[in-house]
């Protein structure tokens, strides 16, 4: 395969050089790189974690049809799980259940599929079939990212320390992302919003309640059951911001989930993890600063109720690959200097939408949270929605 945007600089200076550098092998990372690699843009992904902490990383995930599509265009569908696909789940309000969603044959429905799904496909993809470079371990990553110099990354590992000049970085590394953290100080505007809850996540190893996803509305909070195979669940319950996981043993977690879905009957099982996570949004603006550009929750965190952060990442990939083809390939910088405007409109529609589902969800629960008046309300809206679903 011929590669092309390598820069001589970095040949002139004794470093490394690649066209494009991209911190962080989750799936926006992964698939951004199978991108540029498919089209020959040279491009290497480094990664602080090892391979097999990527592999195994349980995270949900559904693929909504822009994203569908896109792999599509990219002549990449392969890498998405094959069967039915499917948009289904559960709503249960003080234990009735409620089906949502459907199921079908329509190329405009979306597809199931967990991230460590996706992710052990595109790294097989990308390093075994199409030589891909993916260094993990990496450790003391520095950028610079000057405005007369070619952009730099050096980075440790087992062999030594390393410096590889390059065209552009892409920071892919998530909400504590260590690329964002080389912007400097008042460049970046930082739009955040915190709920006043958390959900106690905890990976259980009990076969799933049900085979689709169950959300669950009560009036003693939110809980929500995600399948993680056969033999194992994610199960959430909303808790305080101040808890800890210790608050949380799993004699609490399975009285909780019981009362919460109104299931007597469940039984208990280990539980393998346990992790409180604050619910917040959060928007950097710009995306980008000089020949760094953010990409899925380096730029934005979005609450987990609406599923939208692995898909508003994969809108920022097509996004920016398409930008960096044509500056690669064509010398054009105008797509990479509009990245960030073009990017920001659909981030903040899936920021209303997730603020919006999560505030009925959880305000539809526990009055305590917002009051009875505010509980009424968000019930009437839950109500509205299956009324229109039958539409």
């Known amino acids: 395969m011929t590669e092309t945007g390598i820069n001589q600089a970095g040949v002139e200076s004794g470093g490394e050089q690649t066209a494009v550098v991209i911190v962080g092998a989750g799936v926006a990372g992964l698939t951004l790189a199978s991108f540029l690699r498919k089209s020959g843009v040279a491009c290497i992904v480094l990664e602080r974690r090892n391979r097999t902490y990527i592999e195994a990383r349980q995270r949900a995930g559904f693929l909504e049809p822009r994203a569908v599509k896109m792999f599509e265009r990219w002549e990449m569908e392969t890498l998405l799980p094959e069967g039915p696909i ?147 669940s994610r199960v959430y319950l909303q808790c305080d911001v101040s808890d800890s996981p210790q608050d949380w043993p799993a004699e609490r977690i399975w009285d909780e ?72 390939h064509d010398g054009d910088e105008t797509l990479l200097q509009g990245y960030s405007h073009d990017a920001l409109p659909d981030v903040w529609k899936e920021q209303e939408f997730s603020v919006s589902m999560t505030d009925l969800m959880h305000d539809s629960g526990d009055p305590k949270q917002h009051g009875t008046f505010r509980q009424m309300i968000a019930r009437t809206r839950i109500e509205k929605f299956f009324a229109a679903a039958k539409q």
């Not at 070619?150 to 390393?162: E, I, K, L, N």
Request: hydrophobic share 40%; proline share 5%; with cysteine.
């Open 86 to 232: 499917a948009q289904h789940g559960e709503i249960r309000i003080n234990g009735a259940a409620r089906p949502f969603g459907s199921v079908g044959d329509n190329a405009e429905q979306g597809r199931f599929c967990t991230q460590q799904q996706l992710v052990s496909n595109l790294l097989r993809k990308l390093i075994d079939e199409m030589d891909g470079d993916v260094r993990f371990d990496v450790a003391e990553m520095s950028i610079v990212n000057e405005e007369l110099d070619q952009p730099r990354v050096s980075y440790s590992d087992a062999s030594g320390r390393h410096e590889i000049v390059c065209n552009y970085i892409v920071g892919c590394d998530g909400g504590h992302s260590a690329s964002r953290n080389t912007v400097p100080h008042g460049v970046l505007t930082k739009y955040s919003y915190e709920f006043g809850y958390a959900w106690l996540a905890a990976l259980v190893s009990a076969a799933p309640l049900s085979g689709q996803a169950i959300m669950a509305v009560s009036d003693h909070g939110f809980a929500a059951q995600i399948t993680r195979g056969p033999n194992k």
């Open 257 to 328: 989930l019981r009362l919460r879905l109104g299931d007597g009957s469940i039984p208990d099982a280990d539980v393998l993890s346990r992790d409180v996570i604050p619910l917040r949004s959060v928007v950097y603006e710009p995306m980008q600063y000089r020949k760094l550009f953010l990409v899925g929750d380096a730029a934005h965190l979005v609450p987990p109720t609406g599923a939208k952060g692995m898909n508003l990442a994969l809108h920022d990939v097509d996004v920016i690959s398409k930008a960096l083809l044509s500056a690669v």
